[in-house]
């Protein structure tokens, strides 16, 4: 051991005699440092999956720095990374700022609206984070902080974490929003380890949501209409209670009777009233379709409603012709 010591000690002297700093013969300082970083954190798990995938990176030092403020430009980074954005549109309003590419793949996704202001080194609050995500999804709305909370792709604060649980034991009070509002305000910065936890949700979301429009594709690419009848097959779909659900409802023309149609078997049906598909994962309402027959148009339920609220909200601001 001492000779080994006594090694080292020429070489790094050899080395400095030639002008070379001998780095490598020092004990890495930002391993140790990177390790106690978030070691303890409340969102650990979701930052070690965050950086196993790629979708957030550490600083030069090897440190995470959990609870700093995420800059627009680091946020939408990994949301466009999450989101699986490729495609490009000319963005030059932020000039060589390294983000520009993602710019681009936000300008060609077109996330942009008038209630964010572009500012890549600008600190993210709450509001900003969920507009971003909302739009993101597909839903530029009134009201970006429900829409995401509402739909579980924001609930990553520490305040949630110590504070879920309503008054009651084994009940939740996260459904409600005004609950929200005094837990976790719009304006509260959106952390790094905030973002790594919301990003997990996002990425649980879209695959939940991919699985289910398996599903629900070839539920809609087996039926037809023929004399008066609809035909088709249910897929082989699953139920785990509150883990993986799945279901095919068929309700008469009068809407006041319905019957569950059995997985992976064949069904002939009267052409008239509905058809529809459920799908809840992890007790989380994930899609419903229907079909309005004979019409096989198919119908995005949770979006139609969505759609009503919005057109609703945007009459009563903007006045009764919605301009």
Not at 65 to 83: G, I
Not at 108 to 125: E, G, L, R
Not at 255 to 263: A, M, N, V
Request: proline share 5%; charged share 25%; aromatic share 12%.
């Amino acid at each position: 051991m001492k000779k080994m010591k006594l090694a080292k000690t020429m070489l790094a002297a050899l080395l400095a005699t030639c002008g070379i700093v001998p780095v490598l013969l020092s004990e890495p300082t930002s391993v140790t440092a990177a390790t106690s970083d978030y070691a303890n954190h409340w969102a650990k798990k979701e930052i070690d999956w965050a950086l196993q995938k790629g979708l957030i990176w550490k600083y030069a030092d090897g440190t995470f720095r959990p609870d700093e403020t995420v800059t627009q430009a680091q946020f939408l980074a990994s949301l466009a990374k999450v989101m699986g954005l490729k495609e490009k549109a000319p963005y030059p309003a932020i000039g060589n700022h390294w983000a520009r590419g993602v710019y681009e793949q936000v300008a060609k996704a077109n996330w942009f609206s008038p209630d964010i202001k572009i500012d890549p080194n600008a600190q993210m609050t709450r509001y900003e984070a969920a507009a971003w995500i909302t739009n993101a999804w597909g839903h530029k709305t009134y009201e970006p902080m429900k829409y995401t909370f509402t739909n579980h792709l924001l609930v990553s604060s520490w305040r949630f974490k110590n504070g879920l649980e309503g008054k009651k034991p084994g009940y939740f009070a996260y459904e409600e929003y005004n609950y929200f509002l005094k837990t976790a305000l719009p304006t509260d910065r959106f952390t790094r380890a905030e973002l790594a936890h919301t990003l997990k949700m996002i990425d649980t979301r879209k695959r939940y949501v991919a699985e289910a429009m398996g599903w629900t594709n070839q539920l809609k690419n087996s039926m037809y209409v023929k004399e008066g009848k609809v035909y088709g097959k249910v897929p082989n779909l699953p139920f785990i209670e509150y883990r993986r659900q799945a279901q095919v409802v068929y309700w008469d023309g009068d809407g006041t009777d319905f019957k569950r149609l059995e997985p992976g078997k064949n069904f002939a049906l009267p052409a008239t009233g509905t058809i529809s598909i459920d799908v809840i994962m992890d007790s989380l309402s994930i899609l419903t379709y229907c079909w309005e027959l004979p019409s096989l148009n198919m119908i995005n339920i949770r979006e139609k409603s969505f759609s009503s609220i919005s057109q609703a909200r945007n009459t009563e601001l903007l006045g009764n012709d919605g301009k």
